[in-house]
């Protein structure tokens, strides 16, 4: 599995980036770009989204081990591990299994726990996915057209554009989805589920910040005292100005925040 990947800066510490669900490593450039003044930054396609490639196999244990082949292929030293929503429950996941590949983890609002709501959370999901697959690209002739089909079923305008972002246009003329959309419906499940046990047997050593926020509701005071107990090193900050889009909505504040737990 050859993930596909953008690389910015020269020097300093290594950071990969991880995106979450329908993402792609286009989506972190600003972050990335504000981060290589000081840093080496990867950001990285998970499988079945963006340019990388496609497996019928999606679950956290398949990321990890992704990307612990990307960390060996590149001979990328100590990086530390930065997951948004899927990729930060994918990086928490890493954290456990491979923590003598990393020096810290950073994620971004979300628990690696199950929740509560799981299974609306899952309905919801299938609901995007399903809505994204009635869009029939071959009859499809322009973005606009697009925008338009999908709108019947996602009403919240910035999500659909978000989603929008991972449609392109073939040299052939036609417009295809970037992400696996048969697999990902099929492995919702998957995905929504917490990447670790809240009883997990022995605490995981590696530096670890967690970045929540409070408008949100992806991190609720429960979360925090499993994550607690479960992070022996561990540094939580609260943006209570900005929801799960964190990262676009306070990015510099996201940005500062990273930088500041990378040189402690």
């Not at 690389?7 to 450039?29: A, E, M, Q």
């Not at 996201?254 to 930088?259: E, W």
Request: net charge neutral; proline share 3%.
């Amino acid at each position: 599995m050859q993930l596909f990947f953008r690389k910015f800066g020269n020097t300093g510490n290594n950071i990969i980036i991880l995106h979450g669900l329908y993402g792609c490593s286009d989506n972190w450039t600003s972050v990335a770009k504000s981060l290589s003044h000081t840093n080496n930054v990867f950001v990285a396609d998970l499988r079945n989204h963006g340019r990388s490639p496609h497996s019928s196999e999606h679950t956290y244990e398949a990321m990890c081990g992704d990307l612990a082949e990307f960390i060996s292929h590149n001979k990328i030293e100590k990086p530390v591990v930065a997951g948004h929503s899927m990729g930060g429950r994918c990086a928490a996941l890493f954290a456990k299994q491979y923590p003598d590949l990393l020096s810290k983890v950073v994620i971004a609002d979300i628990s690696p726990f199950d929740c509560e709501n799981q299974e609306a959370i899952s309905e919801f999901h299938k609901n995007i996915l399903s809505a994204l697959m009635r869009v029939n690209t071959s009859e499809i002739g322009s973005r606009h057209e697009a925008a338009a089909k999908l709108s019947e079923k996602i009403t919240d305008i910035r999500l659909r554009n978000f989603l929008l972002k991972n449609l392109y246009r073939t040299p052939k003329g036609n417009f295809l989805w970037r992400f696996n959309l048969p697999v990902l419906l099929n492995n919702v499940n998957n995905i929504v589920c917490g990447s670790l046990e809240k009883n997990e047997n022995s605490r995981i050593q590696i530096p670890a910040l967690f970045i929540i926020g409070k408008k949100s509701g992806h991190v609720v005071s429960s979360d925090i005292e499993i994550i607690t107990n479960v992070f022996s090193d561990l540094k939580i900050t609260v943006f209570h100005e900005a929801g799960h889009w964190i990262h676009v909505e306070q990015q510099e504040k996201f940005v500062d925040c990273i930088q500041k737990f990378i040189d402690e």
